[in-house]
């Protein structure tokens, strides 16, 4: 069984940076893609990025392109979120997720597997 434990989240003013982080335990193995997902009040949830955790590739959402990034550690089996310039529109519930079979990165549906979230808030 595969849990994700996310942590880092907090409150911040505008421009300033976050860095979360995910801690996965069970059976992650290299075929596995892992991702955030974040939701904000009132929406949806929304693909923010993923990375394949066998080859370090990472695929980011143009809403955040330029802002975040992405890294994992295969050793430590932590996956961070690095948040630059953060900005009101942030502020979201950010979710870990992973799955064996994510053919589609941003496809929510494919994930298998949820962390309860970690709170970010941005005060302008």
């Known amino acids: 069984q595969v849990r994700l434990v996310e942590s880092g989240g907090g409150l911040v003013q505008a421009g300033q940076s976050l860095r979360l982080s995910c801690a996965a335990s069970?059976?992650?193995?290299?075929?596995?893609?892992m991702g955030w997902v974040r939701e904000a009040p009132e929406k949806a949830r929304e693909f923010v990025g993923a990375v394949r955790w066998y080859s370090g590739s990472v695929y980011v959402a143009d809403s955040v392109k330029g802002r975040f990034t992405m890294s994992r550690d295969t050793v430590k089996n932590l996956m961070y979120l690095q948040m630059n310039n953060l900005q009101p529109m942030d502020t979201a519930v950010y979710y870990c997720?992973?799955?064996?079979?994510?053919?589609?990165?941003?496809?929510?549906?494919?994930?298998?597997?949820w962390g309860q979230g970690t709170q970010v808030t941005v005060s302008s």
């Open positions: 997720a992973a799955g064996p079979r994510v053919a589609t990165r941003w496809a929510l549906g494919e994930y298998d597997h």
């Open positions: 069970g059976d992650i193995f290299s075929g596995y893609t």
